[in-house]
């Protein structure tokens, strides 16, 4: 499953600008509000030099980057979770994402309707806010009730759940989310199943038609700009001197949904890029290659690509010895090359 990350916010934020800038598919874009009905889903590539560093000592047939899924969803309004609009009913969809990109309006245009009436970045990020708890206090107050049967035969797990479920009940009916209330981990796995909406990482993305401020978790990018620049040729860039910084946007998602990044080489074949969880094993990596790698696993060769790249070639790192044999406790690092023996 690759990781994905959800698109919400306001209508005309331009959620839909963005997502076809992202993923270049024609998708519905309008100046009045509810133009997205059911959601868009697109696969993007997250750029990354070190495939091509790679790729020219290996001379690969074909360089894969890893990619990450983007999904665009209807506008979310002011009592969603009541029903009003359309969000609601899609914020399922977001559920099974990893993290949350909101995209916040803050372009004057007037001839684009402010469901609000006014531009007010803030008011927009707390309507939103409002909505994810509310939405997720819905969400325990169900799980609360189908739970009660088993706390009442005395079932133990159950009682832990229903602890832990009480304090998040409290916590947004009070207008905190879940990410505010530092639960130990343990806690957090036993309700990990659940997939609350306001335990997600949260990016902003101020849609601004004003300067343009990189920082990796509040951005602020002219959308509708980009989405024309992503329209043009390499040449036409080139030639106006416009630049995208979607690629900048594209890893900050990455980051701060804590990936990292390993690459294997196919016998020469394929330069590839795939991103697993911080702190996984080669075992969980062997698996996201091929699924039957997990049991077949013996040993993991492995080597930084910058190491690679100075030694200059595989075969050369092999004979000297600079490649790591490792066996299934290793863990994976970030720009690790990786040749798993079956
Ligand atoms: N001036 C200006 N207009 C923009 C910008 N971004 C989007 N728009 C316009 O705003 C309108 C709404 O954009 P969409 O991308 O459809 O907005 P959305 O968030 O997907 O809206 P819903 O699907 O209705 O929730 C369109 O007419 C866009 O062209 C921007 O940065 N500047
Ligand atoms: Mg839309």
Same mark, same amino acid.
């Given at each position: ?14 959620? @839909? ?24 889903? %697109? ?129 947004? @009916? ?93 016998? %020469? ?21 091929? @699924? ?51």
């Amino acid at each position: 499953m690759s990781f994905s990350v959800g698109i919400v916010g306001l209508p005309n934020a331009g959620k @839909s600008t963005l997502f076809k800038a992202l993923t270049k598919k024609s998708v519905e874009i309008a100046s009045y509000p509810f133009t997205t009905i059911s959601p868009n889903i %697109g696969e993007v590539p997250v750029p990354d030099p070190r495939l091509k560093e790679i790729a020219k000592i290996v001379n690969p047939q074909k360089i894969t980057p890893t990619t990450i899924k983007f999904i665009d969803i209807a506008g979310l309004v002011k009592e969603a979770h009541k029903g009003e609009g359309l969000g609601n009913q899609f914020l399922a969809q977001i559920r099974e994402c990893n993290i949350i990109l909101e995209v916040v309006r803050d372009f004057k245009n007037l001839n684009v309707e402010h469901i609000e009436k006014s531009i007010d970045p803030q008011r927009d990020m707390e309507i939103i806010k409002m909505e994810l708890i509310l939405k997720d206090l819905e969400t325990t107050e169900k799980i609360l009730e189908k739970l009660e049967k088993k706390v009442k035969s005395d079932n133990k797990e159950a009682k832990k759940k229903q602890e832990v479920l009480l304090r998040i009940k409290k916590t947004l @009916s009070q207008g905190k989310k879940i990410s505010e209330m530092n639960l130990k981990p343990e806690e957090e796995s036993l309700i990990k199943e659940f997939r609350f909406l306001t335990q997600k990482p949260v990016i902003y993305l101020l849609n601004t038609d004003d300067k343009v401020l990189l920082n990796p978790n509040t951005l602020k990018l002219n959308l509708k700009l980009e989405e024309e620049i992503s329209e043009l040729s390499r040449e036409e860039i080139k030639e106006l001197g416009v630049k995208s910084n979607l690629d900048y946007l594209i890893r900050a998602c990455y980051n701060v949904g804590d990936l990292i990044t390993f690459f294997t080489i196919a016998g %020469g074949k394929e330069v590839r890029a795939w991103s697993i969880k911080k702190n996984s094993s080669i075992i969980e990596a062997a698996k996201k290659v091929h @699924s039957d790698f997990q049991e077949k696993f013996i040993k993991g060769e492995v080597i930084s690509w910058q190491e690679l790249v100075k030694i200059s070639s595989w075969n050369k790192a092999k004979e000297t010895g600079q490649l790591k044999i490792v066996g299934k406790d290793y863990k994976v690092k970030d720009g690790d090359v990786i040749e798993f023996k079956i």
